[in-house]
């Protein structure tokens, strides 16, 4: 398909989730709809990983070192999981997360569609990823969450290493989503954190630094769609500027 991202053209941004049957089906519904307006297009997090992180619980189920219970947020009821009786941060190992082999598939089914003509030229290929707080804060009681969310973190950080070595940084940008955050800001979730604003800017600006500048970088902050509401409604989009300000002052990057 010829063409390009026209500037004269209103620009859109497609923040991940499209709920249509697989990657191929929501990149030509994405391009046909939108092309022209689109500079990159996300792979619609189809299959199991529809409901966001909430695939993650598995994930969470078949790692070393941890053990769980169900737990009702009032928002959501999942699993949620704490340290192993006398379990330590070097016992706590997670298996791969996932979202690099997702990323492969999808980026085979973005590259062939665009080989054949399908998708426009100029369109590059966005993952959007869940920050480690966010999916500790979801999965982990708060007296763990600090020791997990380091074995987490370490174990999506390899997971974006997976994702860069296979897929060209001239086709690739990586988005950390961040919803949860907040919720541990607003006090609707429990959490660990002692000043939320400045350490969720902290670990943003850190995982958002470790994105090689080559690849293109998003932020998507979010108060969250669960149910068709948000976990609160803002009064206003106080906090959502001030992590946003703070994180945009530390970054050592560019921020697409």
């Given amino acids: 398909m010829s063409g390009s991202y026209d500037p004269d053209v209103r620009g859109a941004l497609l923040v991940g989730s499209i709920p249509l049957h697989d990657a191929a089906s ?3 519904f994405a391009n046909d709809g939108l092309g022209r307006h689109l500079r990159r297009i996300p792979d619609g997090e189809t299959g199991i990983r529809i409901n966001w992180t909430r695939w993650q619980e598995d994930v969470f189920s078949r790692a070393t070192g941890l053990t769980s219970e169900l737990f009702d947020t009032g928002y959501l009821k999942r699993r949620k999981f704490r340290l192993r009786h006398r379990a330590g941060i070097n016992e706590i190992e997670f298996p791969p997360l996932g979202y690099a082999q997702a990323a492969r598939e999808s980026y085979a089914e973005f590259a062939g569609l665009k080989k054949r003509g399908r998708i426009l030229d100029h369109l590059k290929f966005q ?4 920050t480690p707080l966010a999916c500790t804060v979801l999965y982990v009681f708060p007296d763990d969450q600090p020791e997990v969310e380091l074995a987490y973190e370490a174990a999506m950080l390899r997971e974006v290493d997976d994702i860069v070595a296979a897929v060209p940084a001239a086709n690739l940008c990586i988005q950390w989503d961040t919803a949860v955050e907040f919720a541990v800001i607003e006090n609707v979730f429990q959490h660990s954190l002692i000043d939320p604003i400045s350490e969720v800017a902290d670990r943003l600006v850190r ?10 970088l998003g932020l998507h902050l979010c108060y969250g769609d669960s149910g068709g509401k948000y976990f609160k409604e803002p009064k206003d989009t106080t906090k959502l500027v001030a992590v946003a300000k703070d994180v945009i002052t530390r970054l050592k990057r560019p921020l697409q």
């Fill in 127 to 130: 993952v959007c990823l869940p």
């Fill in 207 to 216: 995982i958002a630094n470790y994105i090689p500048r080559e690849v293109e």
């Fill in 26 to 28: 929501v990149m030509t």
